[in-house]
């Protein structure tokens, strides 16, 4: 059964740092593309940096150039750095992971969360 387990997340001040880790069973190389999604009550889960197998990684405009997302191939992980933390980066943390399956279906992922507060 795939799983992935969130990490990482806390109470931060404006302008610090926290990292993100997610673990995943099985090989990260299962997966076309795994990523970090956020939501906030009220709100829509929304993409914020997402990791294809090959290619380029993605950013949301407002992460852009202050989060960096990378795998860990040593510890199976794909992992959210960020840093100089705004007060609207807080929300609850999502890990993703989509996979194609040899039938052509595209299955999705979800770790259970994990809350990050940027406050003073």
């Known amino acids: 059964q795939v799983q992935l387990v969130e990490s990482g997340g806390g109470l931060v001040q404006p302008g610090g740092s926290l990292r993100l880790s997610c673990a995943v069973s099985?090989?990260?190389?299962?997966?076309?593309?795994l990523g970090w999604y956020r939501q906030v009550p009220g709100n829509q889960r929304e993409l914020v940096a997402s990791?294809?197998?090959?290619?380029?990684?993605r950013y949301s405009d407002s992460v852009q150039g202050r989060f960096t997302i990378s795998r860990d191939v040593a510890k199976n992980t794909v992992d959210l750095q960020m840093n100089s933390l705004k007060p609207e980066d807080t929300g609850v943390y999502y890990c993703?992971?989509?996979?194609?399956?040899?039938?052509?279906?595209?299955?999705?992922?979800w770790g259970q969360g994990t809350q990050v507060t940027v406050s003073s």
């Open positions: 099985g090989s990260i190389f299962d997966f076309n593309v």
């Open positions: 993703n992971g989509e996979r194609m399956m040899p039938t052509g279906v595209i299955l999705n992922y």
């Open positions: 990791s294809p197998r090959s290619g380029s990684v």
